[in-house]
């Protein structure tokens, strides 16, 4: 009953907060709990493609919550700035805030903030990133995957070629000691599926 009256008052806390207010991790963790909620109904009744939000491929992206047999094999992964600021083994992180990967709520996912890539790279440049995660936030679930720092780079530049809008907060200067540009260059140039003018935009980008 406790635990009833309290989530009702989040909620009600939830109605009430001006728009662009920073959420707090019991808000987050509640607004999950509504989606949940939301999801089971559907599922009862049966899924249909307008119920599918972004919050339920945020939640349900690794089918955990699914029955084996609906699950899909499709697995996101860490990229962007959040690849970028995690140490590699072997490897220095060319970001320098890694006090952001404390923040899990602020972790970049293929698919989400960032458009995924999957159907350009497949899984080259990916790894299993959950012991290096942990260094950072100790909860990061087993076989948690991020892009290499190339991958992550990708990633960056063809999401935002896509929008026809320029990288914010990054430039090729600033990453290249740590960072093989011919990796990136030779990915761009072999993917098949991308047009001519985002190809040139990527590239433009990698001329330091």
């Known amino acids: 009953m406790a635990n009833d009256q309290h989530s009702k008052a989040i909620r009600k806390r939830l109605e009430q907060k001006p728009p662009g207010e920073r959420l707090t991790l019991e808000e987050i963790r509640e607004l999950k709990k509504i989606e ?54 072997g490897r220095t992180a060319p970001g320098w805030h890694s006090t952001y990967l404390y923040l ?18 497949g899984q080259r440049g990916v790894y299993d990133a959950s012991s290096a995660l942990r260094r950072h936030a100790p909860d990061t679930p087993d076989a948690t995957l991020a892009a290499s720092y190339e991958r992550a780079v990708f990633d960056l530049l063809h999401h935002f070629a896509v929008l026809r809008k320029p990288v ?41």
Not at 38 to 53: A, L, T
Not at 104 to 121: A, F, K, Q, R, V
Not at 173 to 189: S, Y
């Open 168 to 208: 914010p907060n990054i430039q090729a200067h600033d990453i290249d000691p740590e960072v093989d540009f011919d990796q990136i260059r030779q990915w761009i140039n072999e993917s098949e599926g991308l047009p001519e003018e985002i190809k040139s935009a990527m590239l433009a980008w990698l001329r330091v």
């Open 104 to 121: 899990w709520e602020n972790w970049t996912w293929s698919g989400d903030s960032i458009m995924d890539t999957t159907h350009l790279l």
């Open 36 to 89: 949940a909620e939301r999801v089971n109904e559907r599922i009862r009744r049966g899924i249909r493609p307008e119920d599918q939000s972004q919050v339920w491929q945020q939640l349900f992206a690794e089918g955990r919550f699914l029955p084996a047999i609906r699950r899909s094999s499709a697995r996101r992964y860490l990229t962007g700035l959040t690849a970028l600021n995690l140490n590699m083994e």
